[in-house]
């Protein structure tokens, strides 16, 4: 059964750094592509970056040169290392599995439960 | 990068009643690749369709999608009372991946 568990969530103040991993079983991770989406509190949702089975990441713009994705394959755990925090990054953030096409990442077929990341002063 | 603009954003119905919700496109979305996700209150999103009219294991038949181009469609043909709930459309066709706003289908 696959299964996504977030941690490291909390309550940050603007421009602090925060890590948030996500473990993974019921399938390996480096094998998989794997993204972050969060969601505002009240709003939809954002997608925010993906890693490819290669390695190859991609971002938001939104986040781009502040959040940085990453994995652990001995740990089967995904990571989300998130710099210069701001309050527009506070959300739920949720690690999920992605389907791909040839070498495109589609649909998020797997959904963790998801961390709470609120930064404030 | 494709906007998606869902309608209505909120949906009174009773259960046993038909529900369609619509996603529309700000461009084309090649090779139908548009995902529909249900998310209920403190739940993370669940995949319910993808390819526009493919249900996910275990989405039972009273949901169907269908749609092209920049107009698709998610009908629930007869609500049970697990289905109310927020549903989101999401397309994969453009590089960012983005999501509709989301529908609200509430009781009446």
């Known amino acids: 059964e696959v299964q996504l568990v977030e941690s490291g969530g909390g309550l940050m103040q603007p421009g602090g750094s925060l890590r948030l991993s996500c473990d993974a079983s019921?399938?390996?991770?480096?094998?998989?592509?794997m993204s972050w989406v969060r969601q505002a509190p009240g709003k939809g949702l954002e997608w925010v970056s993906v890693?490819?089975?290669?390695?190859?990441?991609y971002y938001a713009d939104s986040v781009k040169g502040r959040f940085t994705i990453s994995r652990d394959n001995s740990k089967n755990t995904l990571y989300l290392q998130m710099n210069s925090l701001r309050g527009e990054d506070t959300a739920v953030y949720y690690c999920?599995?992605?389907?791909?096409?040839?070498?495109?990442?589609?649909?998020?077929?797997?959904w963790g439960q998801g961390t709470l990341v609120t930064v404030s002063s | 990068e494709i906007v998606l603009t869902q309608s209505p954003g909120t949906l009174s119905l009773s259960p046993g009643e038909r529900a369609t919700l619509s996603c529309r496109a700000s461009?084309?979305?090649?090779?139908?690749?548009l995902a529909w996700y249900q998310q209920k209150p403190g739940q993370a999103p669940r995949l319910l369709m993808y390819?526009?009219?493919t249900r996910a294991t275990g989405i039972p038949d009273r949901f169907s999608g269908s749609g092209s181009g920049t107009d698709f469609s998610l009908t629930i043909s007869r609500l049970e009372p697990e289905d109310f709930a927020v549903y989101y459309c999401?397309?994969?066709?453009?590089?960012?991946?983005?999501f509709g706003q989301g529908t609200k289908v509430e009781m009446k």
């Open positions: 999920a599995r992605d389907a791909h096409d040839w070498n495109y990442p589609t649909y998020c077929r797997d």
């Open positions: 019921g399938f390996t991770v480096s094998s998989n592509y």
């Open positions: 890693i490819y089975d290669t390695g190859t990441t």
């Open positions: 461009q084309s979305v090649r090779s139908s690749y």
């Open positions: 390819g526009a009219s």
């Open positions: 999401q397309q994969y066709a453009g590089s960012p991946r983005t």
